[in-house]
């Protein structure tokens, strides 16, 4: 079953570590981080979701990279390749295909919520100022209720996002992120110190880093677990895909640590800017969903030189959600380039296609079509709950699974090259920790473990 095609590599494997960060990084780091921290209690929720990152997170992006790398293909192929080299049975594809479809579900109301950030980076381009709390929240009702232009939004965003890949692996992938991430570390930088000079710096690290033994409740423990494994991108096949244009003589830990280290530290900065302002500016920091929308707009417009800050913020998260929605169309183009031999650009665009009905169903579910639930949800959190809650932890333990124990130490331990004490510590967290803590989050989710709630 295996077939080889010719298939690109990144430049270097510094060009890996950029996109595979550029997938990390985006509106999980910035816009879900911040609000889960925020009324979640702060650090509990902080210093247990790095502890997820280090001990869940590090080693399952290793072992999908691994995946990729070894399987040299689109996540079904790699699936199909590594799965007939080790012995195992073709069913293990089904992996791939949940990834791959996954993605695009995710894809269809990311694509949604990058379209509000583009919405509000258009609001502070033409210099729409929000005075007061109640304007603020019917600005983003405003929003929420006119499903044209939130459809026009996801149009745009969607459509720059499929662009990308259309363009190919190293002539459009690489190359926007080559673009987008030096620019977003620049404007996050700037950020935090601007967050420093007229926010409140002091109450925002006491309140992402004091540690407080009775907001470490279970539920805050595996809200964070959860949330480590979105910011990472795991389980979806983004990472196996970029894994699998990884060239064989880079070292995957090197490199998974650096991918790791940069997107949480990109997620803390934001987070201490997010929360810098927020508190410098007498608001607060359990807001929910809405917080970088409803409640920053309200700190840009009383703060020195706001409209430029609101800008280059906005334009800072739209970054991020691009160059990560550009990594969930990527597994599916790459299966349909390399199952049909259909071109890349026709691929993308036929990729669009049914990702921006099902877009477009979600701009309408905030409104017109608010009514109709699937198990008491509208669309939009239907899916959401659906690829983030079942999907992504069911796909993560079936990677800790298939390289712990499916692939053969031998093999892995080959293409993991790890010296020393590091393969065993790795391999054994990968087979024993990871599927116990998914597990555990998994059952959580489900509501299977009401005396933790
Ligand atoms: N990691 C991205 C974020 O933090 C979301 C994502 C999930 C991207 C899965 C790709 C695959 O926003």
Redesign the pocket.
């Known amino acids: 079953m295996s077939q080889s095609v010719s298939r690109s590599t990144w430049t270097n494997r510094w060009a890996f570590i950029l996109v595979t960060i550029g997938?990390?990084?985006?509106?999980?780091?910035i816009w879900?981080f911040s609000y889960l921290a925020g009324s979640s209690g702060g650090s509990a929720f902080v210093l247990v979701y790095l502890l997820c990152v280090g001990l869940i997170g590090l080693p399952l992006l290793m072992a999908e990279i691994l995946i990729g790398r070894r399987g040299r293909g689109n996540p079904v192929q790699a699936m199909l390749n590594t799965a007939e080299e080790t012995g195992n049975s073709p069913w293990w594809a089904l992996l791939g295909w949940a990834g791959m479809l996954g993605?695009l579900l995710?894809l269809s109301y990311?694509s949604v919520v990058s379209g509000w950030i583009a919405d509000y980076l258009y609001q502070a381009v033409v210099g729409i100022r929000v005075e007061t709390a109640e304007a603020a929240r019917q600005g983003f009702a405003a929003l929420a209720g006119d499903p044209l232009r939130m459809g026009f939004w996801h149009t745009v965003m969607l459509t720059l996002s499929v662009g990308v890949v259309a363009r190919g692996v190293v002539a459009g992938i690489e190359a926007a992120n080559r673009i987008m991430m030096p620019v977003l570390f620049l404007i996050l930088l700037l950020l935090t110190l601007w967050g420093g000079v007229v926010g409140d710096m002091p109450a925002a690290l006491h309140f992402m880093f004091d540690f407080k033994a009775d907001a470490l409740t279970p539920s805050v423990v595996l809200a964070a677990m959860g949330h480590a494994f979105?910011?990472?991108?795991?389980?979806?096949g983004?990472?196996m895909v970029y894994g699998s244009y990884l060239d064989r003589h880079t070292r995957i830990g090197h490199t998974s640590l650096w991918v790791v280290g940069a997107s949480t530290l990109v997620g803390l900065l934001s987070g201490m800017a997010i929360f810098s302002l927020t508190f410098g500016y007498g608001l607060a920091p359990s807001a929910g969903p809405g917080l970088i929308l409803q409640t920053l707009p309200l700190a840009f417009a009383h703060m020195p030189g706001g409209r430029l800050v609101a800008v280059f913020f906005f334009l800072f998260v739209l970054f991020?959600?691009w160059t990560?929605?550009i990594?969930?169309v990527e597994p599916f183009v790459s299966w349909l380039t390399e199952r049909y031999g259909i071109r890349r650009a026709r691929a993308a665009w036929g990729t669009w296609a049914p990702v921006w009905l099902l877009g477009l169903a979600v701009c309408l579910s905030f409104n017109r079509w608010s009514d109709f639930t699937l198990a008491g949800l509208n669309l939009f959190d239907a899916l959401d709950q659906f690829a983030s809650k079942i999907m992504?932890p069911l796909s993560g333990l079936m990677i800790a699974v298939y390289v712990g124990w499916r692939m053969g130490t031998a093999l892995v331990r080959e293409e993991i090259a790890l010296r020393g004490a590091a393969f065993p510590l790795w391999f054994n967290v990968l087979r024993y920790v990871v599927p116990i803590g998914i597990v555990l989050v998994f059952c959580h989710n489900l509501g299977w473990l009401p005396w933790l709630a």
């Open positions: 997938s990390a990084v985006g509106l999980g780091n879900r993605a995710i990311y979105f910011s990472l991108s795991l389980g979806m983004a990472i991020a959600a990560s929605a990594s969930l992504m």
